[in-house]
Nanobody
Framework: QVQLVESGGGLVQFGGSLRLSCAAS????????EGWYRQAPGKQRELVAA???????NYADSVKGRFTLSRDSAKNTVYLQMNSLKPEDTAVYYC???????????????WGQGTQVTVSS
């Protein structure tokens, strides 16, 4: 069973920084994509940043130049460094991974429990 455990959310002032972590555990054979989504109250969940298997990193236009996605493969952990935070970044942030847990399984989506990020003005 694959689990994604997030940490690092909290309350920060306008212009501040936070780093989110997402640690994956369990049987992981191959990762197709991994990264972060977010969902603000009354809005749809949106992609923030993601690695793809092809080696590219995709960012939402609204976070380009401010957020950086990185990975520590030894720890199976993905990080989202968020700088120059704005009130409109306030949301619940969800870690995700599209992966297969064995050679015979299919790729499936896994999600973390979500971590709240609140940016005060």
């Amino acid at each position: 069973q694959v689990q994604l455990v997030e940490s690092g959310g909290g309350l920060v002032q306008f212009g501040g920084s936070l780093r989110l972590s997402c640690a994956a555990s369990g049987n992981i054979f191959s990762i197709n994509a991994e990264g972060w989504y977010r969902q603000a109250p009354g809005k749809q969940r949106e992609l923030v940043a993601a690695f793809t298997k092809l080696g590219s990193t995709n960012y939402a236009d609204s976070v380009k130049g401010r957020f950086t996605l990185s990975r520590d493969s030894a720890k199976n952990t993905v990080y989202l460094q968020m700088n120059s935070l704005k009130p409109e970044d306030t949301a619940v942030y969800y870690c995700f991974a599209n992966l297969k847990s064995s050679v015979i399984s299919t790729y499936s989506d896994y999600w973390g429990q979500g971590t709240q990020v609140t940016v005060s003005s």
